[in-house]
């Protein structure tokens, strides 16, 4: 199991001074963190953030992913995250002798995961051994950045440049891959988060880390708490106008939609004011983000990740030596197993971020940052400066669904032919349930969903054939109006 971004514990290990009161407690997932947070800001703002110019450990400082069970099951007492899965895996006869998870420092760029921690070789290894005593193959269950970490996997086991396991490891070692709530494409919130440090339901952060956030630190903390977090901005939106549209069009735009979902980052014009001159796509969006960003930040962005599109088998099969490029799958593909069999899972039915409003910051020379989202504009479709389109709440439908429903069927991007398994969840939470019950589908609390952890029990069982597709959204029609195309016949 790889968890997401916020389900993994982060604990203190340095011995220094500043250190030692916080030794072996969480500075991250706990009531440790919101108590730090409350009377030692800067200090917890020193452990929190990498090194800006290595992506590492600050010097004298140290945290580390929590391990195990325990690492993930709560987010605090009382706030479940993988435990309900935990434990209807139990009844199937897992336990800790044939079940692991796999928490990481979601913190670090995935270069850095292998560099500092050996996350990759760890997990290989740990693969290895359970095939090797078992005699069977392995699944693989992630959520959220969780599946964003598997796919690199993928490439990094096989790779020379990486575990040197061969094209045909994970065919030997992996049977299937539950993506559950995936952001392969990203999510357009990530972007507002690093731009100026926005948290309505931010970062794919649950409702308990927002609070602590928001009620201790300003936007520009936050922004820079954010992007010395290089893991954070793997989750930027990838695929540029392709997939999220230019300032007329987007393929998840509606008919009699006011103004489109293309045109991402919208200004107001007159009066004398620094924003940018004209509204921004994604594309020119994360120009503007690394364009007004420290050096050190727009260094770890273009060393650790790649949002661009190939449109050539031969361009894919070019990027399988550029490990920059193994997190985005519209530039690299999916392993050479014909006989790995993925699941992609995902709630659909809960209004998500899609778009915003911009307005230079209330007093611009008290801060750094450039721009700030236009809370007070609420007219239409646009709700205290945000437009809100389809999602799971956190991560946008056109992220979740589009490589499984229709990039994946590419030849391109799936040349062994991996059979692919959609099945969208509709949100229905119970009115008075402020984790919304056994039918959410919001984008952590579908991990308590009743009938995802059914369909997690029979991939688990060995019954994954039997699961039939649903698709109950409108992403095969936007999948179609992505302007990526499958490559003509003998080219």
Known sequence: ???????????????????????????????????????????????????????????????????????????ITGYWIWSKIFENLASLGYDP??????????RLSYENLEVRDQYFTRLKNHIEMAHQVSGRKVVLASHSMGSQVTFYFFHWV????????????VDRHVEAWINISGCMLGAVKDTAALLSGEMRDTAQLNAFAVYGLERFLNKEERAEIFRAMPGISSMLPIGGEAIWGNLTWAPDDKPGQAHSFGSFLNFRTGGNWTTPKKNLTVATALDYLLDTSDDWYRDQMLRSYSQGVA????????NEL??????NPLETRLPLAPNLKIFCFYGVGKPTERAYYYRPPDFPHQTKLNITIDTGLTIGDIDHGVVMGEGDGTVNLISTGYMCSKGWRMKRYNPAGSKITVIEMPHQP?????RGGPNSADHVDILGRQTLNELLLRVAAGKGDEIEESVISNIRQYADNVKIYEEEMGL
């Open 1 to 75: 199991m790889v968890p997401g971004v916020i389900s993994t514990g982060l604990e203190s290990w340095g011995t220094g001074n500043v250190s030692r009161p916080y030794f072996r407690r969480r500075l991250w997932g706990s009531w440790t963190m919101m108590r730090a947070l409350l009377s030692d800001k800067e200090v917890w703002k020193q452990h929190i953030m990498l090194d800006k110019k290595t992506g590492l450990d600050p010097p004298g400082l140290k945290l580390r992913a929590a391990q195990g069970f325990d690492a993930t099951d709560f987010f």
């Open 97 to 106: 002798t044939n079940a692991f998870t796999a928490a990481y420092d979601w």
């Open 158 to 169: 096989a790779s020379e440049l990486g575990g040197k396991g061969g094209d045909d490891w």
């Open 311 to 318: 449109h050539t088998r031969a361009e894919v099969e070019a």
């Open 322 to 327: 550029q490990p920059h490029k193994w997190v």
């Open 430 to 434: 119970e009115r008075f349930n402020p």
